[in-house]
Nanobody, 126 residues
Framework: QVQLVESGGGLVQVGGSLRLSCLASGPTFSPYAVAWFRQASGREREFVAGSKRSGTYVYYADSVKGRFTFSRDNAKNAVYLQMSDLRVEDTAVYYC???????????????????WGQGTQVAVSS
């Protein structure tokens, strides 16, 4: 069973940057699709970025394209989310999620993921 731990959240001003990390313990990470989701107060959890187990293609939500960069290091059982040009609307709790059975049509669906971290808070102030 995969256990995920996020870190790197914090308070930043508009236009600033943060780098989130997600470290996995348990079996090797490489067979898993991994994604970042976020949930703002009073809103549903939404997909941010992720890759299927091959890691060769990264999917992004339209709202973060060009500003966020997803990367994974299977040797370290880690994924990262480099966030730049942050906006107030990026404020949310950010979650790392993993699952072995993700396909293209489900990669953006939180219901498709079995393993979740505890989340890390990102707050962007104006």
């Amino acid at each position: 069973q995969v256990q995920l731990v996020e870190s790197g959240g914090g308070l930043v001003q508009v236009g600033g940057s943060l780098r989130l990390s997600c470290l996995a313990s348990g079996p090797t990470f490489s067979p898993y699709a991994v994604a970042w989701f976020r949930q703002a107060s009073g809103r549903e959890r939404e997909f941010v970025a992720g890759s299927k187990r091959s890691g060769t293609y990264v999917y992004y939500a339209d709202s973060v394209k060009g500003r966020f960069t997803f990367s994974r290091d299977n040797a370290k059982n880690a994924v990262y989310l480099q966030m730049s040009d942050l906006r107030v609307e990026d404020t949310a709790v950010y979650y790392c999620a993993a699952d072995r059975n993700i396909i293209t049509s489900t990669i953006q669906s939180p219901q498709a993921y079995d393993y979740w971290g505890q989340g890390t808070q990102v707050a962007v102030s104006s």
